[in-house]
């Protein structure tokens, strides 16, 4: 297993259009988180799953944010609508359910809306 | 309300200085961990710890050290010695079981470090 894997790394989208990112993770973890980072700041929880059930939703995560873990492996994060408040690094992480052996990171998908 | 503060911003020392990040957290569980992060301008989280709310013993790792003080929700992070190679932003982070353990993190302390 080599990690989180995150697709696409970079995104450019024109304001309006629906973007979607994918996260596979590493396989014996069965939390997945999805976390929003902007320029200067912590990233930002904004969801995560428990295999296949989403368990918790930030305020953060708008009606044009949807995510899906269909089968408990990978998820995907769905931006429909893009704004340019949008635009940040969209980061994947996984982890056992009580995160004893670590979260571990993707690379992150930095999106820009233009 | 911000439960992980870093109150530095940024932090400038010349190489081979000492360096302490500072973490002040806030929860009200009994069970819960603490992280920090290191994320250099590449990009990638690289992670450097993890403490249990059980456990307030520090830790060295190399140059590397942690104070976890609960009396004084404080897990600061010492660097010693310090080299070029540890610029970066470092985030400090809290996860709670009442938050699904996801991790909450602060707003990072910038350290550069000069030859």
């Known amino acids: 297993d080599t990690g989180v894997s995150q697709d696409p790394r970079h995104k450019i989208t024109k304001r309006g259009q629906n973007v979607t990112f994918r996260c596979d993770p590493i396989?014996?973890?069965?939390?997945l988180y999805w976390y929003r980072q902007t320029l200067g700041q912590g990233p930002e929880f904004l969801t995560y799953f428990q295999n296949e059930a989403q368990l918790e939703k930030s305020r953060l995560l708008s009606d044009r944010f949807s995510a899906e873990r269909p089968k408990g492996s990978f998820s995907t994060l769905e931006i429909q609508r893009t704004e340019q408040g949008d635009s940040a690094m969209y980061l994947c992480?996984?982890?056992?359910?009580?995160?004893?052996?670590?979260?571990?990171f993707g690379s992150g998908t930095r999106l820009t809306v233009v | 309300a911000q439960k992980v503060t870093q109150a530095q911003t940024e932090i400038s020392v010349v190489e081979k200085e000492d360096v302490t990040l500072d973490c002040v957290y806030e929860?009200?569980?009994?069970?819960?961990?603490l992280f920090w992060y290191k994320q250099p301008p590449s990009g990638e989280l690289v992670f450097l710890i993890r403490?249990?709310?059980?456990?307030?013993q520090n830790e060295i790792s190399g140059r590397y050290s942690w104070n976890f003080q609960k009396s004084t929700s404080s897990f600061n992070f010492t660097i010693t010695a310090s080299q070029v190679v540890d610029s970066a932003v470092y985030f400090c982070a809290l996860s709670e079981s009442n938050s699904g353990y996801a991790l909450n993190f602060g707003k990072g302390t910038s350290l550069l470090v000069t030859p």
């Open positions: 403490r249990n709310s059980f456990d307030e």
């Open positions: 929860t009200r569980d009994t069970t819960y961990y």
């Open positions: 992480a996984s982890s056992n359910p009580t995160g004893e052996v670590g979260y571990t």
């Open positions: 396989s014996e973890h069965n939390r």
